[in-house]
């Protein structure tokens, strides 16, 4: 998907607003579709109900790709995760970042701001977005995942 095409949300807590900004500006300057989604804004929300929010984002379709910053970033992906249908995962180097979307097909990322700085989250950022799912032997492992989130989700 080209990044004209590709439409994305971005969000962070308190602890990683200034680290939203830079990635917003740098995928802006690309070219990209992207929204900040500022789930927080006045109302001092925490992470949880801000990864929650841009989940349910992409669950409903409103966007292909979500990026979610905290702290250490775990939480974000924690959170995200509880979304049926969405994948979510945590990088902090460009090869996970690669592998999160080639292998996973993931639809978000998550960072931290405490982990990492604001050159390597750009560099981290723009190998997730320029890669695409490649199949092939992840296509196996993605359906279980898939069929094991959905026995989960189904079972309460």
Known sequence: MSNQKMKIAIDADDAAIDLK???FTHLKGRGYDIED???AGDKGALY?????????QIQSGSYDRGILICGTGLGMSMIANKVKGVFAGLCHDVFSAER????????VI????????PEL???????WLRSEFQQGGSTPKVEQMRALEKE?????
């Open 48 to 56: 949880p109900e801000i990864g929650f929010n841009l989940a349910k």
């Open 100 to 107: 999160l979307q080639k292998s996973n097909d993931a639809q």
């Open 152 to 156: 989960s989700f189904e079972a309460h």
């Open 37 to 39: 989604l500022d789930f």
């Open 110 to 117: 998550t960072m931290g701001s405490r982990v990492i700085g």
């Open 121 to 127: 989250a750009k560099v981290i950022v723009d190998a």
């Open 21 to 23: 900004r830079v990635i």
